[in-house]
């Protein structure tokens, strides 16, 4: 039997892997030596091992998380397949997170700071039917989406007419679950089957507009936020963004969104 298995120095250099990896994959359980002398504690490797410890190598190449791995050795093809596809799903948003971030980079080592312009003024009442949904920050463009996808057609079914813009509502704090709402401004006071009512009350705000993709808004808040703590005004929730030119209109660079933050008035 054991003129049959390789030491764990042959079965590293076949494997084009160092040895100190083979012991870290034998002491996070992905890969046991094949057997383990009990006087020497020597570990050996049987030859068709090797494939799973080149797929451990790959993947972990791939920055996936060990437990991720162990997973897919151990499962079935269909399985396996369906793991991995997962894991390729969650790298390709990390992907076009990180591209948005290189981009807002390159805006900003051009450029410096955008010149946004911070402007006080008061809002109007306005009556919204919306839906809701709850998300992580990093799922607010998809989960806007599933929003409008909800809101638009509950409103054709009623054979209710919406005035323009779409609003979206969200938390002063991106926290890890939140709630937000998608909504728009109809002719009708009363509930509309499947939406709900939301009034945004009439009142003092901070606003200021961005032009480009969504994914740089960050930029326009900054601006916002550091106008409000300069002035020491305290802002309330929730925010307000006022799509005026959205996606179907418009290429990325062109989209219009308004963005609104209702500010604590004086009772002094």
């Known amino acids: 039997m054991q003129d049959e298995l390789l030491t764990i120095g042959r079965f590293a250099r076949m494997c084009r892997l160092s040895?100190?990896?083979?012991?870290?994959?034998?002491?996070?359980?992905?890969?046991?030596?094949a057997r383990v002398d009990a006087g020497s504690g020597y570990r050996y490797y049987?030859?068709?091992?090797?494939?799973d410890a080149l797929t451990i190598a790959l993947l972990r190449d791939m920055d996936l998380p060990l437990a991720v791995i162990a997973r897919a050795l151990a499962a079935g093809p269909e399985s396996r397949t369906l793991?991995?596809?997962?894991?390729?799903?969650?790298?390709?948003?990390?992907?076009?997170r990180d591209r948005a971030r290189l981009e807002?980079?390159?805006?900003?080592a051009e450029g410096g700071l955008p010149g946004y312009e911070v402007t006080m003024g008061r809002e109007p009442e306005r009556r919204?039917?919306?839906?809701?949904?709850?998300?992580?920050?990093?799922?607010?463009g998809d989960t806007v989406e599933e929003c409008v996808g909800r809101l638009l057609p509950g409103l054709g079914q009623a054979g209710v007419v919406w005035e323009p813009p779409l609003w979206g509502l969200y938390p002063l704090d991106l926290e890890a679950s939140m709630e937000i709402a998608v909504g728009v401004r109809t002719p009708r006071?009363?509930?509309?089957?499947?939406?709900?009512a939301e009034v945004l009350p009439a009142g003092l705000v901070a606003?200021?507009?961005?032009?480009?993709?969504?994914?740089?808004?960050?930029?326009?808040?900054?601006a916002l936020f550091a106008t409000l703590h300069e002035r020491g005004l305290r802002p309330r929730a929730p925010v307000r963004e006022a799509y005026l030119v959205g996606p179907a209109e418009a290429p990325q660079e062109e989209l219009m969104t308004r963005l609104i933050i209702p500010v604590q008035e004086s009772t002094a």
């Open 19 to 33: 040895i100190k990896q083979l012991r870290h994959y034998d002491e996070t359980g992905l890969l046991a030596p």
């Open 46 to 51: 049987a030859p068709e091992q090797a494939r």
């Open 83 to 96: 793991i991995l596809r997962a894991e390729r799903d969650r790298l390709a948003e990390r992907i076009s």
């Open 104 to 108: 807002m980079l390159e805006r900003l």
């Open 128 to 140: 919204l039917a919306v839906v809701r949904a709850v998300c992580a920050p990093a799922e607010i």
């Open 189 to 196: 006071e009363e509930g509309l089957p499947g939406l709900e």
């Open 207 to 222: 606003e200021t507009m961005h032009i480009g993709p969504y994914a740089q808004l960050p930029l326009a808040y900054h």
